[in-house]
């Protein structure tokens, strides 16, 4: 062959693949990457809470997948209400619109300018609100950008403070009250009580606007979609260390009632309702409460078990967690059978880890007799709550009075002097104050290094965008070298004019709130499961620190989604091949 023959062909050759390229580009199935995306969140597991329990659905996943057992949260709060935002907007909580349970509304998106808000409290539209005026884009965003405006995302818990912050997209109507109408957000506890088969206690579900598509059915009283949360439940309201933060019937268990299953079998019956009716969904996140619930009760090392049926049995973390990875099973199987298994990308995380309370800084003493009151703790009026949130809060919001913490938040309280406006502590400590002077913010630093169980405290800098190490208490060589990798990385995350002026980072098995708790830098809160698994994606693992903040662009770069590295704080992580 001559070479000008050979330039011909050649010529020839880039004419036809100019032409017949982009019409297959444009066909848009490519056999190698997914055009789905499912997310679903063991809220509150830890790596080894998979091994232990014999969570066989979520290993064979693991097997299949790219899995990182090194994965950490990567930020703080390590918290329900923080993360389940981060991972769908791959934003840090500095970014974000609030960055821990208690929020100062500095910029008055919600109210006033300067009110306090809990933000597990929030409406859907007191999310949708922070998250608009954050000015960022989330998952669902990305999802329409590249498979149309019709494509839908959904999200599905039995929290409102995960299904929440996950879910609701920005319409750029600036008042927080517009979502995507293909949208879905649901969750299994309505904000009333109400009665069914003339027995009470029992919630509708709660669809966030716009409303659950026809085929749950909701307008019909009693369907399968109510569920019984009369409270305490199981027996929980009388055994400590659970009894502080006792089970709600059937919203994190789920009950004996066929027709009526809760927990975490609801949300994953509800997410299999949508991919059996529902082809239009590209991207769909489930986060299953029950592990979240039993390691709050009992620690996350709850071995107890009781006889099959019983009651014992129902409301400890081996039946719980072994629910739940029934539950991981029954979807993945639901995507097979409508044939669309091949086509998805299957995520399995969790939002924060928990450590134990070996050293327990809250009280245990609970509600009088009678059922709970939920409105808060107060001394002064007689008001007397759940004993969890008065552990985990001190100060008072607009609807919300916890003023009767524990003797060490009290010492805290009283060393302050009253600038304490408000606390949150869990696995951390989280201070705001009312004097937010340089000076005031150093000595609340300093007397938090006084608190039992603290190993480092910090103040917020001047430009409320970092935090200044104020001290370190004495730790062991082990917490030395996790604190001097992560430490200050971690805590820099929720620096923000609403985040809290002070902070205390606790030693490892030490916890405020209750028996289990999450929130901290501690390596064993924030190392999290983490597996990729469908199309194109490897079995190969992967040691990376992989955090929450990298799993949306992960997920992109996965599905072949366009997005600008310079708006998401995290990083894509390839998957073996
Ligand atoms: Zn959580």
Not at 277 to 289: F, T
Not at 332 to 353: M, N, P, S, Y
Not at 462 to 486: I, K, P, Q, S, T
Not at 530 to 538: A, E, I, K, T
Request: proline letters at 6%.
């Amino acid at each position: 062959m001559t070479r000008r023959r050979w330039m011909m062909l050649m010529l020839a050759g880039l004419a036809l693949a100019a032409v017949v390229l982009p019409a297959v580009a444009q066909a848009g199935r490519h056999p190698d990457r997914p055009s789905r995306v499912l997310i679903i969140m063991l809220d509150q597991a830890r790596p080894d809470t998979i091994e232990r329990y014999g969570m066989k659905n979520v290993q064979a996943l693991q097997k299949k997948g790219t899995s990182f057992p090194n994965a950490l949260v990567g930020h703080m709060a390590a918290e329900t209400v923080i993360s389940h935002n981060v991972i769908t907007s791959g934003q840090f909580p500095k970014h974000m619109g609030w960055s821990n349970e208690v929020h100062r509304d500095v910029d008055g998106v919600l109210g006033t300018p300067g009110d306090f808000y809990v933000t597990s409290s929030m409406s859907c539209n007191q999310y949708k609100a922070l998250i608009e005026h954050g000015g960022y884009k989330k998952l669902p965003d990305y999802l329409d950008d590249r498979f149309g405006e019709t494509s839908k995302f959904v999200t599905i818990a039995q929290k409102r403070s995960a299904v929440c912050p996950a879910g609701p997209t920005s319409s750029g109507a600036g008042d927080g009250t517009a979502t995507d109408p293909e949208d879905i957000i649901l969750q299994i506890r309505g904000s009333s009580a109400t009665t069914c088969d003339g027995l009470s206690g029992w919630r509708s579900p709660e669809d966030a606007n716009p409303p659950a598509p026809d085929y749950f059915d909701l307008a019909t009283p009693c369907n399968r979609w109510w569920t019984w949360q009369g409270s305490p439940a199981y027996g929980t309201g009388s055994i400590l260390p659970a009894r502080i933060y006792p089970l709600e019937g059937n919203r994190f268990v789920p009950g004996r009632d066929p027709a009526h299953l809760g927990g975490d079998v609801w949300s994953a019956d509800a997410a299999i309702r949508v991919i059996q009716n529902d082809p239009g969904w590209r991207g769909m996140l489930v986060s299953l409460g029950g592990i979240d619930k039993m390691g709050h009760m009992w620690g996350p090392e709850d071995e107890e078990t009781g006889p099959s049926g019983s009651d014992q049995e129902m409301r400890h973390m081996p039946f719980i967690a072994k629910t739940a990875d029934e539950q991981v099973g029954k979807m993945v199987d639901a995507l097979k059978t409508r044939g669309v298994l091949d086509e998805t990308l299957v995520v399995i995380t969790a939002d924060h880890a928990a450590q134990t309370g070996r050293e327990f800084n809250g009280r245990f003493d609970t509600f009088p007799p009678g059922v709970p009151d939920m409105n808060g703790c107060d001394p002064a009026t007689g008001s007397t709550g759940l004993r969890s949130d008065c552990n985990w809060y001190y100060g008072r919001d607009a609807d919300e009075v916890y003023l009767d913490p524990s003797p060490a938040i009290a010492g805290l309280r009283d060393a302050l002097g009253g600038n304490l406006r408000f606390s949150y502590q869990d696995g951390h400590i989280g201070t705001w104050l009312s004097d937010q002077s340089r000076a005031s913010r150093e000595e609340a630093a300093k007397a938090l290094l006084d608190l039992p169980g603290v190993i480092a405290s910090y103040r917020l800098n001047d430009a409320e965008d970092n935090y200044r190490l104020a001290g370190v208490n004495r730790m062991e060589l082990r917490e030395l070298l996790w604190f001097l990798r992560h430490g200050n990385e971690l805590v820099d995350t929720m620096a923000a004019p609403y985040g809290p002026d002070a902070v205390a980072l606790l030693k490892t098995d030490v916890t405020y709130g209750v028996m289990g708790d999450h929130g901290g830098h501690n390596r064993i809160v924030q190392n999290i499961p983490m597996v990729f698994s469908g199309p194109g994606v490897g079995s190969k693992d992967s040691n990376r620190e992989i955090r929450l903040v990298d799993v949306l662009p992960t997920i992109l770069e996965t599905m072949g989604i366009d997005y600008d590295k310079r708006d998401l704080d995290g990083r894509a992580v390839r998957l073996g091949r």
